[in-house]
């Protein structure tokens, strides 16, 4: 197998170009972020019967798996459960009426509400946040009820936990599971660019990636690490269930036969891809066996050209 032309460096330097969000711009991100919470926190503590509690960053940018092209920034905003609305349309109108009042220096169309969340925009930089509604029963482990964006279903979480969990697989693989994660997810965006109706959610992608690393695959070299994940969805066509033990018994979890089976590692009644239909199914799969076998034929393509070509099935052009 030869790797004359492109190797791991390469990919890795393709990564820093074109894949991976900067880490003065994500320190930038996060501290803007803070700003934030340290106002809500402030608020808080002198009016400590209001209903918002505590905002916490997260999704990729807390993870460490944000892309370049990351354009608006999750939090998470616990709200107490019992002085909050019940439905997903009135708690977005009620966060929204909280945010303001929490931070009475932002103008009106500063803190607007959305089907799911609240946004909130910073006039200096421009950075918008959007803050999504937990609510919140005051469990010490901060674990809460976020109402899916797909079918108003309350769902147990808890996003120190999750934070926990991603911690836990960076720190056995450094720098490596974070970067197979951001490369499968600007894989995953080149191909919504190219059919809209491609679905594959940057969790999913997390999870099996994890999934992997604990199985033992190793991660440090990257076309071999991208080839064994777009091979492990080929052949075993997600007929496996995906489920970790950091915060339960795999085998506790439901064993329904959706398409796609990964359990949320912080609540084993949840599972991520629950939506996703037999036909979003085989279009991951389809998806997953081009990038492999382009991978496989990049990895022994005898000029540079038919190499980079080969690539550029998977990165896209820019690669």
């Known amino acids: 197998m030869s790797r004359e032309?492109?190797?791991?460096?390469?990919?890795?330097?393709?990564?820093?170009?074109?894949?991976?969000?900067?880490?003065?711009?994500?320190?930038?991100?996060?501290?803007?972020?803070?700003?934030?919470?340290?106002k809500l926190e402030a608020y808080v503590k002198d009016h400590p019967d209001f209903e918002l509690k505590k905002m916490l960053l997260s999704g990729s940018l807390a993870k460490g798996t944000a892309l370049k092209s990351i354009n608006d920034i999750d939090v998470a905003c616990y709200v107490s459960a019992n002085r909050a609305p019940a439905t997903l349309g009135d708690l977005i109108q009620f966060l929204a009426e909280k945010l303001r009042k929490a931070f009475p220096h932002f103008k009106p169309e500063q803190v607007v509400p959305n089907t799911f969340s609240v946004t909130v925009q910073f006039i200096s930089s421009g950075l918008r946040i959007d803050v999504v509604p937990i609510l919140y029963e005051d469990d010490p482990e901060w674990k809460g009820y976020l109402i899916s964006q797909d079918n108003g279903e309350k769902l147990l979480t808890s996003i120190p936990m999750h934070l926990d969990f991603t911690r836990v697989r960076k720190q056995s693989n450094k720098i490596h599971f974070a970067q197979i994660v951001r490369l499968v997810k600007f894989w995953a965006r080149q191909r919504k660019k190219d059919d809209a109706e491609f679905r594959f959610k940057s969790f999913m992608i997390e999870l099996i990636v994890a999934y992997l690393a604990d199985d033992g695959l190793v991660l440090a070299d990257y076309p071999e690490a991208l080839a064994a994940f777009f091979a492990f969805i080929a052949t075993d066509q997600f007929k496996s269930i995906i489920a970790f033990s950091d915060n339960y018994s795999p085998s506790s979890c439901?064993?329904?036969?959706?398409?796609?089976?990964?359990?949320?590692?912080?609540?084993?009644?949840?599972?991520?891809?629950?939506?996703?239909?037999?036909?979003?199914?085989?279009?991951?799969?389809?998806?997953?066996?081009?990038?492999?076998?382009?991978?496989?034929s990049a990895l022994r393509s005898p000029t540079k050209g038919e190499t980079l070509n080969y690539w550029r099935r998977v990165f896209g052009p820019s690669f």
């Open 5 to 38: 032309h492109v190797d791991h460096r390469d990919i890795t330097l393709f990564a820093d170009d074109h894949v991976n969000l900067k880490r003065d711009d994500a320190k930038d991100l996060r501290e803007q972020v803070w700003r934030l919470r340290d």
């Open 254 to 296: 439901p064993t329904d036969d959706y398409p796609i089976r990964i359990w949320d590692p912080v609540n084993c009644e949840n599972n991520v891809a629950k939506l996703y239909t037999e036909t979003q199914r085989e279009r991951i799969i389809d998806a997953a066996l081009d990038a492999g076998d382009a991978i496989d």
